[in-house]
Nanobody, 125 residues
Framework: VQLQASGGGLARDGDSLMLSCALSGRTSNRRAVGWFRQAPGKERDFLSAINYDGTRSYVAESMKARFTISRDNEKNTVYLEIKNLKPEDTGVYYC???????????????????WGRGTLVTVSS
């Protein structure tokens, strides 16, 4: 499975942004996908995940008010919408695919093992 995140860039406090994760590979549409963020000088945080068919999702508690995850398997893409951006949202955003095919258990970040290149989001105040 190959993944490529895109959609990052410069934004201002209060803006909204839609990140995309393009999937490829024979089983890519049969795996849960997660979004992670690594802020400068910090460890990578697990933000959100969605199951293989988009019927179940998880968003970290502190992100629920502003983050929405979705997927379109016809377009082989998973999305992360971030509303009301804050400077602390600055970081590199990564998407990753789950180790198991067709799994509805996808809230353990250690189970995401196929990583794509990240996309940088910079939010100014």
């Amino acid at each position: 499975v190959q993944l490529q995140a895109s959609g990052g860039g410069l934004a201002r406090d209060g803006d909204s942004l839609m990140l995309s994760c393009a999937l490829s590979g024979r089983t890519s549409n049969r795996r849960a996908v997660g979004w992670f963020r690594q802020a400068p000088g910090k460890e990578r945080d697990f933000l959100s995940a969605i199951n293989y068919d988009g019927t179940r999702s998880y968003v970290a508690e502190s992100m629920k008010a502003r983050f929405t995850i979705s997927r379109d398997n016809e377009k082989n893409t998973v999305y992360l919408e971030i509303k009301n951006l804050k400077p602390e949202d600055t970081g590199v955003y990564y998407c990753a695919a789950h180790r198991y095919v067709v799994s509805n258990i996808f809230t353990d970040p250690s189970d995401f093992i196929s990583w794509g290149r990240g996309t940088l989001v910079t939010v100014s105040s």
